[in-house]
């Protein structure tokens, strides 16, 4: 399998704010699910989530279209997405030195398309992504690059009202 991505620099300091969020193993929040079933139509993919990426996994906040909860941090896409400014986008998996041998594109779910566009939390640490995964390569035009922006920031939104819901029920105990 190919290398890991890279640890972002800030890496200790992303994972605590990550965590200081409580939003991890949390349950399916209807909010999320709605966002992400939005970004699947609007963007026409087969595969939307949440992903929050942990120190050794990347945990699914909401997934729509895989039956899983999470993976390993070492097979994580969107570990990479964390490390640049902008939405990552693979056109085609197969082709990419980086995910070529990775076990989610050499088996299921076949991942040939991949973008995801980096979720940050207020102090600017880049917590996880909104992704939209294809079993077909494809790409994105600039519209729907912008699209995927702007869920992203409604989903960094929701992000923050959970996270502040979490210390009022802290607060109040």
């Known amino acids: 399998m190919s290398p890991a991505a890279p640890l972002p620099p800030d890496e200790q300091e992303r994972v605590a704010a990550l965590r200081e969020l409580h939003i991890l193993d949390t349950l399916t929040e209807e909010r999320f699910d709605c ?41 994580s896409f969107c570990a990479y997405a964390i490390l640049g400014e902008g939405i990552l986008v693979i056109p085609d998996a197969t082709k990419d030195e980086r995910f070529a041998d990775n076990p989610l594109v050499t088996g299921p779910p076949f991942i040939r398309f991949y973008a995801g566009c980096p979720l940050r939390e207020p102090q600017g640490h880049k917590i996880g992504t909104l992704c939209l995964i294809d079993r077909l390569p494809r790409q994105l035009d600039e519209q729907q690059l912008q699209r995927l922006t702007r869920i992203a920031s409604m989903v960094e ?14 607060i109040s105990v």
């Open 157 to 170: 939104h929701q992000i923050l009202q959970t996270a502040a819901l979490s210390l009022q029920k802290v």
């Open 35 to 75: 966002l992400v079933r939005f970004a699947k139509q609007k963007l026409q993919v087969p595969i939307a989530l949440i992903s929050l990426v942990d120190a050794n996994r990347q945990w699914f906040k909401t997934c729509i279209g895989l039956p899983i909860s999470e993976t390993s941090r070492d097979a």
